[in-house]
Each structure stands twice: as structure tokens, then as C-alpha cells.
């Protein structure tokens, strides 16, 4: 396999995005899991749809496209959700499914041949060009720096919200930031297992990775690990058994998962048993 | 001298519901006053007023005479421990440098060798040294209720103010924690809020009945005939500690 990825631009592609990816997915994954917005994520991620097909219609690169409406959407919601009263379980539900909408009116106005919509929606790591890889460098920055930035601000505003108020912890200039860095996370990910299929790698690494370990910087860097390996081990089974390269890699990430958790709950039992005895 | 707390003609509604109505309270400094009231009484509107949680629609409320974010600097907040989740990725140290959090800039924020040997003190004071790498997770209830104390405590408070202290913990570890209070008491003034009526201890110098409206006592003596009044039944009050009794003696006859 080595000899082809030497050979193959495309394959060398594939693996610096699944690498690049995998840093924003392990970080925020562990936000997202700890503030529990696996929904509002969801979400975010359904209406970047919206703009991918926005994209196509305005004939703007879509991924731009998408960034910029998955930024606004998880603005929006973050707004909604303190003004409204409402609960945003509700608003994402809406979002989830008018950016799917949006989505396919767009594509639909879109006069000419039909664009691959299932790339969109399941990624294609294989066809992840260098401009893209530019791209998802860039918002890995973006991602990191904001994160380092912010991290104790962070961890005090995930942990104990109204403590962090009270202490003068800008709590609501946080959430939105937090809000767009899942966006913007979502968007890095499109390419590598889409859209419908990004939620199982933002959430499988950090579920995976703190029950090893309780030290949240710990817990990020072990995820970004596990995404890489995920990525690695799903391009790999999609190469030898020709299966699609997103759903291989989010198999692989989620059976990770279900045998961890398996292995534990076994030693856990044997050893309750042992101490029994 | 100056009121630690001054709350005057608050009104708080939700929606149509008055959950608070035209309260009126001083705190003195240093004074130890307990407000008890029914569940759904107002006690967490009331707190998180203070706390600046929930905007009042009228009324004032002010903190050695500030109003607004500059008075929450004063504040030690305990929240309640059970509404944690415990399996946070969080350790002892961790969360009582949250407190240094306090008024600073949230651009990278590092704690100085200062907060930590700040920290280490309190972890120290509160006996609860030997578990600071420990996450939360591995701590009993009242063990945790300290860390939190030492939170409150790390932002070096004029006022602190403890949301159920004693709900859900031991008895041998309420009475440590009445007693730490007490202790505490000679520094800073202190506010508490429950519904438990044994931790109306002696220990406290006043007591405030809240159910929507606020019935204020200048003494720990609660009347007997008052408590049925906020409570809408009769209650057992018990009288722990000694100097005085909680309530005065039940009439023969009375319910």
C-alpha cells in the first residue's frame, strides 16, 4: 500500500486531510461531548448543506459557501436560544431540516448538469484537492488558536456555567465562539466523511478517550490520535474492500467504540467478581 | 457602615407569574442570615438576583453599596454540588482555580505561582489537601461541597453566598460544614439559602422566611405561628446548637 500512496497525489491528499481533520474533530469533539451539543452540531452540520447548495447556485467555491452559512446558522441558534426562551432542541430540529431544504431548492435552481450531492453528504476523502487541504489548515489554525486562547475560560464556562457568570467569565461571548468553532469544525470535516456522517467522528474519539483518562487536555490529544487512526483504518478497509471511504471510516470509529467499551465492561465484571471472591 | 447587601423593592416575574414580591433586605457585614422557605417559594429567583443571573423588573439590589457586574466581584457563590456531573474531566486543583478566574482578561489566562499557593492554602484550610490532583468524581458529597467552598473562597469574597449548603450530605459532614461557616463568619458576611430547617443552627444570626414575599427576622427565633404561615402547614422546627431555641415552645393542644 505504501508503494501507492507514493505513487498517488490523491492518496497523499487523503491522508494529510484525514490528519488535518482529525485535529479540530479530536479538540472540539471533546466540547461538544462535555457541553453536550452533540444535536446542535447535528444541526450545524445539516444546514452547511444549505450552503453547499448556495454555493453551487452563485457558482461560489461551496465550501466557502457553507462556511459561512454554517457560521451564521450556529449564531443564529446561540441568539434564538437566549432571547426566544425557546429550547434550542427545538430550533436545531427546525435548522437541521430547513438547511437540508435550502439545500436541495438551491441545487435544483442550479441550472446544468446535477453536482455529486453524495460526496457532500457522505465525504469523499479520495477527492480532497490542495486548495482544500489549504482550507482545512487554515480553519485548523483558527481552531487551535482560539482554543489555546481561551482554554481556561473554556473549561470554567463547560464546567460551571453560572459560577463562571457570577465570576465575571464572559460566559455569553463564550458560547457563541463555542458555537462557531463546532461550525466551523463541521465545515473542516465535509470533505473527509460529509455531512450526514460527521457526528460519529466528532463524538466516538472523546467518548473513546475518556475512559482512559480524566485530564481534558489529555482527553483532546488522545482524540485527535483516534481520529487520525480512524481515518487510517477506514481509508485503508475502503481501499481493499472498495467500500465508500466516509461510511468505512465512521464503521471503523463507532466499532472502535462498541469493542472498547465491550473490553471494559468485561474487565470491570471480572474484576468485581474477583474482589468478590 | 456600609450594607453588605441591600436589597430594596425587588419585584421579579416570569412571564405572568410573580415569583417575587416587592422584597426589601439589609445584610449588615458579618452578619450570618439564613433564608429558608418553601420549594417554589422564590428562594433560587432570589439568588440568582443576587447573583445577577435573573434580571429583576424592579427594584435594586446592591453589594457594599455596588450595583451590576462591579458588586458580583464581591461574591463567593456555592452552588449546590448535586447538580454537578461528576464525571466531569476535572480535578480538585482545577476547579478551585476557577475562583482566580475572576475579573480577569479571558485572553490566555495562566495562573500565577501566587494563585496556586493561594489555592493550596484554602485546599489546606478546608482539609482537603490530600485530594487535590483527585477528579471530582472520586469525591464523597461532602467532600466535593468543600471544593466548592474553595472555589467560592479563591475569589477572595467579601460576601458568601451558599445555595442549599447541607442538601444531601451526611449529618457528621453538615455539622463540619456549620462549623467551617462559623469560622468563616468572622471574616466575611454569609448567605445562605434552603429549605432544610435543621440547618437553622445557632450558628446563624438571622433568618429570613421567603414564599414569594419576604417575612425578615432580626433574631434567630422563628415564631411558631409564622412558619405555618410561609409553609402553609405546621412544621417541626429542631433546635440544634444551644444558646437559644430555634422556635419557641409548641403550645399544648396545637398541631
Redesign the interface.
Known amino acids: 500500500m505504501i508503494e501507492t500512496i507514493l505513487k498517488y497525489n490523491f492518496l497523499q491528499n487523503a491522508i494529510m486531510a484525514a490528519v488535518l481533520a482529525s485535529i479540530a474533530c479530536g479538540v472540539i469533539g471533546v466540547y461538544i461531548m462535555e457541553k453536550k451539543l452533540v444535536m446542535m452540531s447535528g444541526g450545524i452540520a445539516h444546514t452547511a448543506f444549505g450552503g453547499i447548495g448556495l454555493g453551487y447556485f452563485l457558482k461560489i467555491e461551496p465550501i466557502f459557501t457553507a462556511l459561512g452559512v454554517s457560521v451564521i446558522a450556529a449564531l443564529a441558534v446561540a441568539a434564538l436560544k437566549r432571547k426566544a426562551m425557546t429550547d434550542s432542541d427545538l430550533l436545531i430540529g427546525m435548522f437541521w431540516s430547513l438547511g437540508m431544504a435550502l439545500g436541495v431548492v438551491f441545487i435544483a435552481m442550479t441550472p446544468g448538469y446535477p453536482p455529486d450531492i453524495a460526496s457532500v453528504l457522505f465525504g469523499n476523502i479520495l477527492a480532497v484537492s490542495r486548495s482544500d487541504l489549504r482550507l482545512i489548515l487554515g480553519l485548523d489554525i483558527l481552531v487551535l488558536t482560539t482554543v489555546t486562547a481561551f482554554y481556561q475560560m473554556f473549561k470554567a464556562y463547560i464546567f460551571d456555567e453560572e459560577f463562571a457568570s457570577v465570576a465575571g467569565v464572559p460566559v455569553r461571548t463564550l458560547e457563541y465562539l463555542m458555537y462557531v468553532l463546532v461550525a466551523v469544525t463541521v465545515v473542516v470535516m465535509i470533505r473527509v466523511v460529509g455531512i450526514i456522517l460527521v457526528i460519529a467522528l466528532l463524538t466516538a474519539p472523546p467518548a473513546i478517550a475518556k475512559q482512559f483518562t480524566y485530564d481534558m487536555k489529555k482527553i483532546m490529544a488522545l482524540s485527535v490520535l483516534l481520529g487520525i487512526g480512524f481515518c487510517f483504518a477506514g481509508l485503508w478497509v475502503s481501499y481493499t474492500v472498495r467500500l465508500a471511504s466516509g461510511a468505512s471510516i465512521v464503521m471503523v470509529a463507532v466499532g472502535a467504540y462498541a469493542l472498547v467499551s465491550l473490553v471494559r465492561f468485561g474487565l470491570r465484571r471480572r474484576g468485581g467478581t474477583a474482589r468478590e471472591a | 457602615m456600609e450594607l453588605a447587601l441591600d436589597i430594596a423593592n425587588l419585584n421579579v416575574f416570569y412571564g405572568d407569574d410573580c415569583a417575587l414580591k416587592d422584597i426589601n433586605l439589609q445584610v449588615e457585614e458579618r452578619e450570618f442570615l439564613a433564608i429558608i422557605g418553601p420549594n417554589g417559594g422564590g428562594k433560587t429567583t432570589l439568588l440568582k438576583s443576587i447573583?445577577?443571573?435573573v434580571t429583576p423588573d424592579s427594584g435594586e439590589i446592591r453589594i457594599f453599596g455596588r450595583s451590576g457586574?462591579a458588586a458580583?466581584?464581591s461574591?463567593g457563590?456555592v452552588?449546590q454540588f448535586s447538580r454537578?456531573?461528576r464525571?466531569?474531566?476535572?480535578?480538585v486543583e482545577?476547579?478551585v482555580?476557577?475562583?482566580r478566574?475572576?475579573?480577569?482578561s479571558?485572553?490566555?489566562?495562566?495562573?500565577s505561582r501566587q494563585d496556586r499557593q493561594l489555592v493550596d492554602s484554602l485546599l489546606e484550610r478546608l482539609e482537603i489537601a490530600e485530594l487535590k490532583n483527585r477528579?471530582i468524581?472520586q469525591l464523597s458529597g461532602g467532600q466535593l461541597q468543600r471544593v466548592l467552598i474553595a472555589?467560592a473562597l479563591a475569589?477572595e469574597p467579601q460576601i458568601l453566598i451558599l445555595d442549599e449548603p447541607t442538601a444531601s450530605v451526611d449529618s457528621a459532614s453538615k455539622t463540619r460544614i456549620y462549623d467551617l461557616l462559623k469560622e468563616l463568619n468572622q471574616e466575611m458576611t454569609i448567605l445562605i439559602v434552603t429549605h432544610d430547617l435543621s440547618a437553622v443552627s445557632s450558628n446563624i444570626d438571622k433568618i429570613a422566611c421567603l414564599n414569594q414575599q419576604l417575612f425578615y427576622h432580626g433574631r434567630t427565633e422563628l415564631e411558631a405561628g409564622l412558619v405555618e404561615k410561609v409553609y402553609g402547614c405546621p412544621v417541626d422546627l429542631i433546635a440544634h446548637g444551644v444558646p437559644h431555641r430555634v422556635l419557641r415552645g409548641h403550645e399544648e393542644g396545637s398541631l
Not at chain 2, 87 to 91: A, C, D, E, L
Open positions: 447573583l445577577g443571573l457586574e458580583r466581584r461574591i457563590y452552588p454537578f456531573d464525571r466531569f474531566p476535572i480535578s482545577e476547579v482555580l476557577i475562583g478566574l475572576a475579573g480577569r479571558p485572553w490566555f489566562s495562566r495562573f477528579q468524581g472555589r475569589v
